[in-house]
């Protein structure tokens, strides 16, 4: 039986105008940087200490990471990973399936709406009620998902998580 593992789903903060610039170079608003320093803090808060991160390679995910580990101090091994931009669920819990079998506490930072339709799958539908109505609700920019999971990454699958929290973070 696997141990107990952490998956912390991150959507980026919010970015510039989609018309300021091509969609993978956009950086965060000064809103959207001090949310993510403001998650940061958040998960430092709730013990969060990824040992490895997956974060897409667009410029409003990795800006997002750099706030978190700014405000909190957390980090871990960090692999941009070009397949995570714009991704389909599928392809993110691929993404996930390869993390290190030694890593107990992982985040993904990437975008809408395949974070929150992963956070979704993941979920069994027997977390904590508020995250689950949350969840049900929307999945904002700078939200993060964090769900318990009890299998192998390898054996990660619909339904094999639980929602323990979610929390949209805002400075």
């Not at 039986?1 to 970015?15: E, F, N, Q, V």
């Not at 018309?19 to 809103?31: K, V």
């Not at 409003?60 to 750099?66: K, L």
């Amino acid at each position: 039986m696997a141990r107990a593992r952490r998956l912390t789903l991150i959507r980026h903060a919010k970015a510039e105008d989609p018309r300021s610039a091509e969609d993978h170079e956009r950086s965060l608003t000064q809103a959207g940087a001090a949310d993510a320093r403001s998650l940061g803090h958040w998960m430092k808060a709730q013990g969060i200490s990824p040992s490895q991160v997956f974060c897409s390679t667009s410029v409003r995910t990795r800006e997002t990471w750099a706030g978190v580990v700014d405000a909190s101090g957390i980090g871990g091994l960090v692999e941009n990973d070009r397949r995570i931009y714009l991704a389909h669920p599928q392809t993110l819990l691929e993404v996930l399936r390869e993390a290190s079998e030694h890593t107990s506490d992982l985040v993904l930072v990437g975008h809408s709406p395949g974070v929150p339709l992963l956070a979704a799958l993941l979920a069994d539908g027997h977390g904590e009620d508020s995250a689950l109505a949350a969840l049900a609700e929307g999945f904002p920019t700078c939200t993060a998902a964090v769900l318990a999971v009890e299998v192998d990454w390898i054996d990660l699958a619909p339904g094999t998580a639980r929602l323990t929290a979610l929390h949209t973070a805002r400075a």
